[in-house]
Antibody
């Protein structure tokens, strides 16, 4: 079965960076997009960006441009999301999510999120 | 950027009754609309995609309808496990955009 297992909680100081991992299993890693979504305490869901694990191309939400970097390691079927210049407003649970459609078959990024990681709490505090 | 607006913010319904949740898009999104359920300290769970198609394993009491700018999630015969947060989401091809509504909290009346 499809599983996305994320790294553990992090506590960071303002101005630092955090790197969260998302290890995929149960499917062909390079065949599906991975997305990152975050949720601040008591708030809604916010899409951050997408990575194509096959060719490592990315697209980021404008809000995070310049601060977020998504990468992948095909040897371990792991995707990473690094967020820099952290501020208190970045305190949130960060989720990775897998798209529903095979990248080659669908030829589109218009997709919903079929599988989710368990979430990683990132706390930014001095 | 397309804005998704959900109503009401909180909906109080008795078990066994029907709940109707609404989602409105600021411009047409065709049928590129999904619904998710989220319980405390859990990741969201896909319920509906393509505005009206139930995801695998989702009970038939969940149904979605609408297209364009107006969408509805209906939950018939509410069960205790259905009381949760619900989000709608628009998804777009290019540029990639995945906008969530602010959520509707479904609570026990």
């Amino acid at each position: 079965q499809v599983q996305l297992v994320q790294s553990g909680a992090e506590v960071k100081k303002p101005g630092a960076s955090v790197k969260v991992s998302c290890k995929a299993s149960g499917y062909t890693f390079t065949s599906y997009y991975i997305h990152w979504v975050r949720q601040a305490p008591g708030q809604g869901l916010e899409w951050m960006g997408i990575i194509n694990p096959s060719v490592s191309t990315t697209s980021y939400a404008q809000k995070f441009q310049g601060r977020v970097t998504m990468t992948r390691d095909t040897s371990t079927s792991t995707v990473y999301m690094e967020l820099s210049s952290l501020r208190s407003e970045d305190t949130a649970v960060y989720f990775c999510a897998r798209g529903a459609s095979d990248i080659v078959v669908s030829q589109t990024t218009a997709e919903y999120f079929q599988h989710w990681g368990q979430g990683t709490l990132v706390t930014v505090s001095s | 950027e397309i804005v998704m607006t959900q109503s009401p913010a909180t909906l109080s319904v008795s078990p066994g009754e029907r709940a109707t949740l609404s989602c409105r898009a600021s411009q047409s999104v065709s049928s590129n609309l999904a619904w998710y359920q989220q319980k405390p300290a859990q990741a969201p769970r896909l319920l509906i995609y393509g505005a009206s198609t139930r995801a695998t394993g989702i009970p038939a009491r969940f149904s979605g309808s609408g297209s364009g700018t107006e969408f509805t999630l209906t939950i018939s015969g509410l069960q205790s496990e259905d009381f949760a947060l619900y989000y709608c989401q628009h998804y777009n091809n290019w540029p990639p955009q995945y906008t969530f509504g602010q959520g509707t909290k479904l609570e026990i009346k």
